[in-house]
């Protein structure tokens, strides 16, 4: 799974990343006119499987979709698409035809933008009560979304935001890793050993633990013998808890560079010392900030 280097973070872009403001924008998910649902299905073809702590779904709150959009067609080769007249504040992702993300403008400016990252669970009641029972708290409360199934948005006991969804369509089935789509999630946080203990259980993860480097805690999170998730010790002071979604790339120091050229900021660099040289950490245009990993077959 992905992994990070200690290389300090400017104040101002340190700032960007770990801003919870996702959490307002949950309403984005509605039409601002009409109130209309804006939320694909989860899986195209209805699976009726829930694979409990895998990240199924990414959402982009942007302050600029032109701006936002450019750069991430450029890298990835991701298109938009209106899914509403009513709302043309939401957007649809593709990749090669296949929905993988919403993109919604975030009118705040005095906001960044910021992706929130969806972990899928069978029971969202269950998993809701769960985290009232461990420290954490509920944002925002579980609401039925027609083709998307039931959400919610939870803190986990340091604070870290993320969505919760039991779809109703299913999961979809894990495939092998794709260039330019999703890889998992990464969470930035000051106690490694208290996060993980409430995401096992949340989600029933298997953990492991990984030797990253002598000053930072790296714990892998698994479930059925898939890997789903990563938890890594914050070795900043001025750094608060934060989900980073990961994309997979075949050229991660190629990819660096152009996203660099489009106007994106490099947070982290490729280090040979981590993960031999294949992750870096990305702010969009707008403020987004994502991981890239190198495929492992390449």
Same mark, same amino acid.
């Given at each position: 799974?992905?992994?990070?280097?200690?290389?300090?973070?400017?104040?101002?872009?340190?700032?960007?990343?770990?801003?919870?403001?996702?959490?307002?924008?949950?309403?984005?998910?509605?039409?601002?006119?009409?109130?209309?649902?804006?939320?694909?299905?989860?899986?195209?073809?209805?699976?009726?499987?829930?694979?409990?702590?895998?990240?199924?779904?990414?959402?982009?709150?942007?302050?600029?979709?032109?701006?936002?959009?450019?750069?991430?067609?450029?890298?990835?080769?991701?298109?938009?698409?209106?899914?509403?007249?009513?709302?043309?504040?939401?957007?649809?992702?593709?990749?090669?035809?296949?929905?993988?993300?919403?993109?919604?403008?975030?009118? *705040?400016?005095? /906001?960044?933008?910021?992706? +929130?990252?969806?972990? &899928?669970?069978? %029971?969202?009641?269950?998993? !809701?009560?769960?985290?009232?029972?461990?420290?954490?708290?509920?944002?925002?409360?579980?609401?039925?979304?027609?083709?998307?199934?039931?959400?919610?948005?939870?803190? *986990?006991?340091? /604070?870290?935001?993320?969505? +919760?969804?039991?779809? &109703?369509?299913? %999961?979809?089935?894990?495939? !092998?890793?794709?260039?330019?789509?999703?890889?998992?999630?990464?969470?930035?946080?000051?106690?490694?050993?208290?996060?993980?203990?409430?995401?096992?259980?949340?989600?029933?993860?298997?953990?492991?633990?990984?030797?990253?480097?002598?000053?930072?805690?790296?714990?892998?999170?698994?479930?059925?013998?898939?890997?789903?998730?990563?938890?890594?010790?914050?070795?900043?002071?001025?750094?608060?808890?934060?989900?980073?979604?990961?994309?997979?790339?075949?050229?991660?120091?190629?990819?660096?560079?152009?996203?660099?050229?489009?106007?994106?900021?490099?947070?982290?660099?490729?280090?040979?010392?981590?993960?031999?040289?294949?992750?870096?950490?990305?702010?969009?245009?707008?403020?987004?900030?994502?991981?890239?990993?190198?495929?492992?077959?390449?």
């Amino acid at each position: 799974m992905t992994t990070h280097t200690e290389k300090h973070i400017s104040g101002c872009l340190v700032q960007k990343m770990v801003a919870t403001l996702i959490l307002l924008a949950f309403l984005g998910l509605t039409g601002c006119a009409s109130n209309k649902i804006i939320a694909p299905p989860i899986s195209e073809t209805a699976t009726d499987i829930h694979y409990s702590g895998k990240f199924v779904w990414f959402d982009l709150f942007t302050t600029n979709i032109t701006a936002a959009s450019n750069f991430y067609h450029a890298l990835f080769g991701w298109n938009f698409k209106n899914t509403s007249e009513a709302n043309p504040d939401v957007k649809t992702v593709f990749q090669h035809g296949k929905p993988i993300a919403n993109m919604i403008y975030r009118e *705040d400016k005095s /906001k960044s933008s910021q992706w +929130l990252s969806y972990m &899928s669970v069978p %029971d969202i009641d269950c998993a !809701i009560a769960t985290t009232q029972n461990n420290n954490g708290s509920v944002y925002k409360k579980a609401k039925e979304f027609p083709d998307r199934g039931k959400v919610a948005i939870i803190l *986990d006991p340091q /604070k870290a935001a993320v969505a +919760l969804l039991t779809s &109703s369509s299913g %999961d979809p089935q894990d495939d !092998i890793f794709i260039p330019n789509r999703w890889l998992g999630c990464e969470l930035w946080t000051t106690d490694v050993d208290m996060a993980v203990s409430f995401y096992q259980k949340i989600a029933g993860y298997e953990v492991n633990l990984v030797d990253v480097h002598e000053k930072v805690q790296y714990r892998m999170l698994s479930k059925d013998d898939k890997r789903r998730a990563g938890v890594v010790s914050i070795p900043w002071s001025d750094i608060t808890p934060e989900w980073i979604p990961y994309i997979t790339v075949e050229d991660v120091r190629k990819t660096t560079v152009k996203a660099q050229e489009l106007g994106g900021k490099i947070l982290i660099s490729p280090d040979m010392s981590v993960k031999e040289g294949q992750i870096a950490i990305i702010s969009d245009p707008t403020g987004a900030v994502f991981g890239i990993q190198q495929l492992e077959n390449n």
